[in-house]
């Protein structure tokens, strides 16, 4: 596997990591999910399988860059402060391995609707109860897995603050977005109906920090060495 040598090259691999989690974390929801009717949730899962796969890939895809990206930030921080990079590699590391069986579950639906003789033991309405206990199933680890969002966010934001060749200010938002994704996870645990309200308060939060560091590192990371 070959790392970014440059901040620039890193900050297209940080671009390339986000671009495919809106396919898996916006539109599949938007697209298939029909809240409080499982009926509905599964004839749309069922209607268009391909989508569903392609939307799941991208969530497979994106896993597997975060873990890619946080190994080649750890090279780029490693002599600012190892302990804070070798944190950072950690919490992106768990937040894989919560996204991938988070997958798992969602994956599920595609399994119950095949038509396999197997389930000629349920009825219509049982399968459908349990396409959508899947679903269910996927929103939880979704919203477990947004405290490590955060979580990973801190080191970073430590290492950006500490670097001396970034902007403090892109290590304050950092950290202000690890507060975000955390006040989300909890809200997901806690009081699950209000999540939309928080989500919807919080995301001026998560989003500046990300965008400002992959914008940084193209714009400014050219003449950055990412160490081999």
Same mark, same amino acid.
């Given at each position: 596997?070959? *790392?970014?040598?440059?901040?620039?090259?890193?900050?297209?691999?940080?671009?390339?990591?986000?671009?495919?989690? /809106?396919?898996?974390?916006?539109?599949?929801?938007?697209?298939?999910?029909v809240?409080?009717?499982?009926?509905?949730?599964?004839?749309?899962?069922?209607?268009?399988?391909?989508?569903?796969?392609?939307?799941? @890939?991208?969530?497979?895809?994106? %896993? $597997?860059?975060?873990?890619?990206?946080?190994?080649?930030?750890?090279?780029?921080?490693?002599?600012?402060?190892?302990?804070?990079?070798?944190?950072?590699?950690?919490?992106?590391?768990?937040?894989?391995?919560?996204?991938?069986?988070?997958?798992?579950?969602?994956?599920?639906?595609?399994?119950?609707? %095949?038509?396999?003789?197997?389930?000629?033991?349920?009825?219509?309405?049982? @399968?459908?109860?349990?396409?959508?206990?899947?679903?269910?199933?996927?929103?939880?680890?979704?919203?477990?897995?947004?405290?490590?969002?955060?979580?990973?966010?801190?080191p970073?934001g430590?290492?950006?603050w500490?670097?001396?060749?970034? /902007?403090?200010?892109?290590?304050?938002?950092?950290?202000?977005g690890?507060?975000?994704?955390?006040?989300?996870? *909890?809200?997901?645990?806690?009081?699950?109906?209000?999540v939309?309200?928080?989500? %919807?308060?919080?995301?001026?939060?998560?989003? /500046?920090?990300?965008?400002?560091?992959?914008?940084?590192? $193209?714009?400014?990371?050219?003449?950055?060495?990412?160490?081999?």
């Amino acid at each position: 596997m070959r *790392f970014p040598r440059t901040g620039r090259s890193l900050g297209w691999l940080y671009v390339a990591t986000m671009l495919p989690a /809106p396919l898996n974390l916006a539109f599949l929801p938007s697209h298939f999910l029909v809240p409080g009717d499982a009926a509905a949730t599964a004839a749309r899962i069922a209607a268009e399988p391909m989508l569903y796969r392609i939307c799941t @890939l991208a969530g497979l895809v994106n %896993n $597997i860059l975060f873990v890619v990206l946080a190994l080649a930030l750890f090279r780029l921080f490693q002599e600012v402060d190892r302990s804070q990079a070798r944190l950072l590699v950690l919490l992106v590391v768990l937040s894989a391995a919560v996204g991938l069986v988070t997958l798992v579950f969602e994956a599920g639906p595609l399994i119950v609707l %095949n038509g396999k003789d197997y389930w000629s033991a349920f009825t219509k309405p049982q @399968l459908d109860a349990l396409v959508m206990g899947l679903v269910a199933l996927r929103g939880t680890g979704l919203g477990i897995d947004s405290a490590f969002w955060g979580l990973w966010l801190l080191p970073f934001g430590i290492l950006v603050w500490k670097s001396g060749f970034m /902007p403090k200010l892109i290590g304050v938002l950092l950290i202000i977005g690890c507060v975000g994704y955390l006040m989300q996870s *909890f809200t997901a645990v806690l009081w699950p109906a209000q999540v939309h309200k928080v989500f %919807n308060a919080t995301l001026p939060l998560v989003g /500046p920090g990300e965008i400002a560091v992959s914008l940084w590192l $193209i714009v400014k990371g050219k003449k950055i060495p990412v160490p081999a």
